[in-house]
């Protein structure tokens, strides 16, 4: 059973819409289907969550308090010396 659905299209995009259904010998509502069928298919799934897709994948090192590469950019603008 097909379900009715009321949108809101610009006049210009109706128009050409309905001249493109009429040169596919359909109807609007057809055509407007097909073309939501084929983006549907073949729309990309959806992207897993950044905190799912690494959850478990990265482990914290243990630190000697020391930052090397800190120290090394506090060193090169002159920073930390007071």
Partial sequence: MKS???ITLDPE???????????RR????????DL???TTEHAAPPRPRFSRKWAGKLELRESD???ELLEALKQRYGLGHE
């Fill in 65 to 67: 308090g020391q930052d």
């Fill in 13 to 23: 995009v109706v128009r050409k819409a309905k001249a493109v259904a009429r040169a």
């Fill in 36 to 38: 939501l069928r084929q």
């Fill in 4 to 6: 009715r659905v009321t």
């Fill in 26 to 33: 359909t109807n609007l509502s057809a055509l407007v289907e």
